[in-house]
């Protein structure tokens, strides 16, 4: 199983090597050659701004980097979030996080195409945080105070409903209902976090997001993706498309992942 880290810090690289991930480093830091990164050959290091670690997925697709022996799991993980041994307990030391790490692929993933995080329920939002991130769509549908959000409501909330409903409409014709229902549901897999068992069937989720999220980036080329919530637009899109993605097209397991900042521990 491969695993790779993705980091926007250029330290840990050891930590990395020690629990047998791929160390990846991404952004505007400058890292040694030691690490991999988004700009080798073919690659859209340039986007990394409003594509975060869809850059270096890129480069892994177009360069031809995918293993393609037919049970080799490859998956990712970044510096802050990490995949654990099924039954763990919370560490609070990077000595009790290396124990729990997983490094080995369970037998309980042998039936299964793919692994994606636990999902991520989203529950009824305090009325001040809606307020201050998004009043204007608060005003447009005040059951929000009232309710559940949906996965379109959360990110409208949080990222603008322009995006989301124009980006609808450049899915290809087999996806676009089946991913307008999957946004009405209240959960979904967070991160852009995945393992993925059949390098075809990883190819075939880059071809479909990619070739949508470049029709997205030029329907919204004129916009200045400059807030929080729009800077990274197109890595907020995908971290929605994945999710729909592998539930629709591949049998999934679902797996527990734990927030640690490393950086907060430096090694």
Not at 112 to 119: G, K, M, N, Q, S
Request: aromatic letters at 18%.
């Amino acid at each position: 199983m491969k695993i790779y880290c993705i980091s926007i810090y250029n330290q840990n690289y050891n930590f990395f090597k020690r629990n047998s991930l791929i160390p990846v480093g991404l952004g505007k830091k400058k890292f040694n050659r030691k690490w991999l990164g988004d700009n080798r050959r073919k690659n859209i290091s340039s986007k990394n701004e409003n594509f975060g670690e869809y850059t270096f997925h890129y480069s892994l697709w177009k360069n031809n980097f995918l293993n393609k022996k037919k049970n080799d799991w490859i998956g990712f993980c970044t510096y802050r979030r990490f995949w654990v041994k099924k039954n763990y307990k919370t560490p609070k030391t990077l000595e009790e996080l290396d124990k729990i790490l997983l490094k080995k692929v369970p037998r309980e993933w042998n039936n299964y195409d793919a692994v994606l995080p636990r999902p991520l329920k989203l529950g009824k939002l305090k009325t001040m945080k809606l307020l201050k991130n998004n009043f204007k769509e608060v005003f447009k549908k005040p059951s929000l105070l009232l309710k559940e959000c949906t996965i379109r409501d959360h990110f409208n909330l949080f990222h603008g409903d322009y995006f989301l409903r124009e980006a609808i409409k450049l899915l290809k014709k087999n996806d676009r209902r089946d991913f307008d229902i999957f946004l009405n549901s209240n959960e979904f897999n967070p991160h852009n976090l995945f393992i993925c068992k059949n390098h075809l069937l990883l190819k075939k989720f880059y071809k479909d997001v990619f070739s949508w999220l470049f029709k997205c980036e030029k329907k919204f080329e004129n916009f200045k993706l400059d807030t929080y919530g729009k800077k990274r637009i197109y890595g907020f899109l995908a971290e929605r498309y994945l999710s729909f993605w592998f539930n629709k097209y591949a049998k999934v397991k679902k797996w527990p992942i734990i927030f640690f900042d490393i950086n907060k521990n430096n090694v």
